[in-house]
């Protein structure tokens, strides 16, 4: 939606390439905030870091998935997040996947 414009590119980057700056560490504080409010839901929450480039945090919520908590809800969740990551829409998020070093 046009009207998050703003939000999404706020929160972009915000861990993943970051500065020693008062703006950075409230852009990260933000980012903590929100991913505990999306911590509800494992995808909405590896969605939500992918976005702010979060990779780390990413991989670490995908580890500590407890086999007893998949369900056939979840399979259909990360099947839907990855076919919205593998289009061209999301070639930006790949790039900058491959562009990690951690």
Same mark, same amino acid.
């Given at each position: 939606?046009?009207?998050t414009?703003?939000? #999404? @590119?706020?929160? +972009?980057?915000?861990? !993943?390439? +970051?500065?020693d700056?008062?703006r950075? @560490? $409230? #852009?990260?504080r933000?980012? *903590?905030?929100?991913l505990? &409010?999306?911590s *509800?839901?494992?995808?909405?929450?590896v &969605?939500?870091?992918?976005? !702010?480039s979060?990779f780390?945090? &990413?991989?670490?919520?995908? /580890? #500590?998935?407890?086999?007893?908590?998949?369900?056939? %809800?979840?399979?259909?969740?990360?099947? /839907?997040?990855i076919?919205?990551?593998e $289009?061209?829409?999301? #070639? *930006?998020?790949?790039?900058? %996947?491959?562009?990690?070093?951690?």
């Amino acid at each position: 939606a046009p009207e998050t414009e703003d939000f #999404r @590119e706020l929160l +972009k980057d915000s861990i !993943g390439f +970051k500065d020693d700056t008062i703006r950075d @560490e $409230r #852009r990260s504080r933000l980012f *903590h905030i929100l991913l505990h &409010t999306f911590s *509800h839901n494992i995808v909405a929450a590896v &969605t939500f870091s992918l976005w !702010g480039s979060a990779f780390l945090t &990413t991989s670490t919520f995908l /580890q #500590r998935i407890d086999p007893i908590d998949v369900s056939l %809800m979840f399979y259909l969740e990360l099947d /839907q997040l990855i076919d919205l990551i593998e $289009r061209p829409l999301f #070639r *930006h998020l790949h790039l900058r %996947m491959l562009d990690c070093e951690d």
